[in-house]
């Protein structure tokens, strides 16, 4: 969709001058600028942990800044916590939602604000706003639906409608298509050239360089918490826009050196599984997996993908078929004994999966391996041997900030915790590693890091399953590409002969005639 700009130049209706906010002696902003007019897209860039979601935080009154102003609609503001920014007409979408899954679509987006009649919640005057709300800006939200039913790219939208219906004209989107497939990505571009029509500003946090050619008016860099400039879209490559922000060239292009792939390591054979309703997700997939190579398994999200890696890596069970690791069962074996057998994952869910939030950096980093020698000794943790480990796996994964070994998890930028899971499995060194969408929500420079340690593993002769809803991503690593649909596998294609339109055929369950 061509981008129309709705901006008025005239009207600023947001201006941080000069914005420094520390956290002890760490700078994560350092004297930081951004002006934000009526109508307008505008795009913050930057790498993880280069201080963007810190700068809307404190222009959300979630934090203070420790110098410099903030000016709302021309008027300077001490903006004292989100009540007050909300009531300043700034709203904030996280990138992690905040929404209760048993709730409806209605009840999450009324919560706080409930109307009532009397003493009685009048839920059908709330419900009928969500309506307006939804179809003035193209949302197609259904009202009734639980949360816990519907798709990701649907609950969103639930968060837009909830910062809509609290009256904001500024919205705050942190990293809103990290989660998103790509149809949805094209869908929220549509709703937010909608909000600009309607004259709302939206500033958008991210590092996707498409997204931004494709939805932004202006963007301002910023660079290790210090302000690099703001330019206008139209005028810069996507090229541009990566070197200004990691401060070097990047490249996009996956150099690989010809493998001839060895014996399989991962064999899955006709495998069945239910869901939690009991409707069949798996239906007789087959899959394999050599030494030496990437297999890249695409598809749209909901096509049984991670059901089967649940399944594979022993966090799910399924009702029939086989599973073996260097020719050893392992058909719903525990996740210690899978782990044991050779498997390795960078799981979907970082949060759930990945991580324990409370605990260190350092504990992070040995979560498979605290009882075994050199990080215990008997009952003992060996806390030298845990630190050294872990200030070698900071440094040479770039995991920032640097000195965070002892710092709770938590504290990293969701790019730096997705760090520390792959810092962890690649040094677990295994026969099989699984990378579950192991780029999603990072920058450009962490995505070309990944990318090569994925590339040298396979080249270190370890099976590689790559499952990824970035088709890109899938394309330029594997060297087969395995599509499934609807709980099968629907086609196998070389990497090397590999196009977008093929594949997307393939996904939504068409036949290739070659």
Do not use: W
Request: hydrophobic residues 40%.
């Amino acid at each position: 969709m061509e981008r129309v700009s709705h901006m008025d130049p005239s009207q600023v209706v947001i201006a941080m001058v000069d914005i420094v906010k520390k956290f002890g002696d760490f700078v994560a902003n350092d004297h930081i600028n951004l002006t934000v007019h009526k109508g307008e897209v505008h795009a913050i860039l930057g790498e993880n942990g280069a201080g963007k979601s810190t700068l809307m935080n404190v222009l959300y009154g979630l934090y203070r800044p420790t110098s410099g102003h903030i000016e709302v609609k021309g008027k300077e503001e001490t903006i004292g916590g989100p009540g007050h920014a909300i009531a300043l007409g700034i709203g904030m979408v996280h990138q992690h939602f905040m929404l209760v899954q048993p709730f409806t679509v209605t009840e999450n987006i009324v919560l706080g604000m409930e109307p009532v009649k009397g003493i009685m919640l009048n839920i059908r005057e709330a419900r009928e706003k969500v309506v307006e709300l939804s179809n003035r800006y193209h949302m197609h939200v259904d009202p009734d639906a639980k949360i816990e039913d519907i798709s990701v790219g649907m609950q969103q939208r639930v968060e837009i409608l909830k910062v809509l219906y609290r009256g904001a004209d500024i919205l705050i989107l942190d990293e809103p298509t990290a989660s998103l497939t790509p149809q949805e990505i094209s869908e929220l571009m549509e709703i937010i050239g909608h909000l600009t029509a309607d004259g709302k500003s939206v500033i958008l946090i991210t590092h996707k360089l498409k997204e931004i050619k494709a939805c932004a008016d202006n963007c301002t860099i910023i660079r290790q918490g210090k302000y690099i400039g703001t330019v206008k879209v139209a005028d810069v490559s996507e090229d541009q826009l990566a070197s200004m922000m990691v401060g070097r060239d990047v490249t996009f292009k996956v150099s690989k050196k010809e493998m001839t792939p060895g014996k399989v390591v991962l064999d899955v054979k006709n495998i069945r599984a239910r869901d939690y309703r009991g409707v069949e997700v798996l239906k007789g997939l087959n899959i394999s997996v050599r030494e030496g190579e990437i297999v890249g398994l695409a598809g749209v999200d909901g096509n049984g993908q991670m059901e089967l890696v649940e399944i594979i890596t022993g966090l799910r069970k399924a009702e029939s078929g086989e599973i073996t690791i260097n020719g050893k069962s392992v058909f719903n074996a525990v996740p210690r004994v899978c782990f044991d057998s050779g498997i390795s994952s960078i799981p979907a869910d970082r949060q759930k999966h990945g991580l324990v939030m409370d605990f260190s950096v350092e504990d992070n980093l040995i979560l498979q391996n605290f009882e075994k020698e050199p990080f215990a000794k008997g009952a003992f943790l060996q806390r030298d041997r845990i630190r050294a480990q872990a200030t070698e796996l900071i440094d040479k994964f770039d995991i920032r900030p640097a000195g965070s070994e002892a710092r709770p998890v938590m504290q990293l930028s969701g790019g730096n915790q997705q760090k520390v899971i792959i810092a962890r499995e690649i040094t677990n060194d295994k026969d099989l590693l699984i990378a579950v969408n192991p780029t999603r929500g990072l920058d450009v420079g962490a995505i070309e890091f990944v990318h090569k340690y994925l590339v040298e593993q396979r080249n270190k002769n370890k099976a590689v399953l790559l499952v990824s809803f970035e088709l890109d991503e899938i394309m330029s690593l594997s060297d087969r590409i395995e599509v499934i649909f609807d709980g099968s596998i629907s086609g196998s294609v070389r990497g090397e002969d590999a196009n977008e339109n093929e594949l997307g055929l393939m996904m939504a369950g068409g036949a290739v005639h070659g």
